[in-house]
């Protein structure tokens, strides 16, 4: 089970920042591919202490996907979309593999099925728990560009100046366990359950 705990972690955070190099190539920003990012390697997307954060809480992060607003037709609104993109890829991902699991029963029969559903249900797991993560609106999360992309540009600003100097600071304390679990966990589990239960 170790073994696809840490295979499903490198393919949701693969994908993911896979997803943020793609999107950001599509709307005219050649950052990503000089930089090697739009690829499907492991390697180049993996971050050490994102990843061991992945395994330690099942949160965690890969290799920021670096991009140039200056390079973006609709910079705040491109942001949002690139940011948007890792989330996205991690929930269809997900549900793929959740109609694989329910087809598999009459392709493969119900014996291979269920260990088929065994060793998917991990990539399921840890692709909707980085998506839901992601989406929370602080930096330096996707979702803290995700909100300052489409909230007014007033609030939008004011936002960002919040985000961008507690951020970190906040999203440490979210992390930090407290009485036994970090805050995090109570925040998004809901969330991560009701759309684990749609898909298994």
């Known amino acids: 089970m170790f073994v696809f705990w840490l295979l499903a972690l490198i393919v949701a955070i693969t994908i993911h920042e896979f997803a943020h190099a ?19 390697n492991p390697l180049a ?25 200056f390079n973006l037709a609709n910079p ?17 991902l997900a549900t793929l593999l959740s109609l694989v699991i329910r087809l598999a029963p009459y392709a493969l029969g ?8 065994v060793a998917l249900t991990p990539f399921i797991f840890l692709n909707v728990s980085l998506a ?13 560009k995700i909100a300052v992309g489409f909230l007014p540009k007033d609030l939008a600003q004011e ?10 600071l906040i ?8 009485f036994g679990a970090s805050p995090i966990t109570h925040l998004l589990l809901p969330a991560i359950q009701a759309i684990l239960k749609l898909l298994l």
């Open 76 to 92: 705040r609104r491109d942001a949002a979309l690139i940011s948007l993109a890792g989330p996205v890829s991690n929930l269809l």
């Open 45 to 69: 997307h993996l971050d050490p202490i994102g990843s061991l954060m992945m395994l330690l809480t099942r949160f965690g992060w890969g290799k920021p996907v670096q991009f140039d607003p």
């Open 171 to 178: 999203l440490i304390l979210l992390i930090f366990p407290l």
């Open 132 to 144: 839901i993560f992601n989406l929370i609106p602080i930096h330096p999360l996707d979702g803290g």
């Open 110 to 117: 119900t014996h291979s099925a269920l260990g088929l559903e």
């Open 22 to 40: 793609l999107v950001a190539d599509r709307l005219g920003d050649p950052t990503p591919r000089s930089q090697g990012r739009l690829t499907l």
């Open 159 to 168: 936002w960002d100046q919040v985000m961008s100097r507690y951020g970190t």
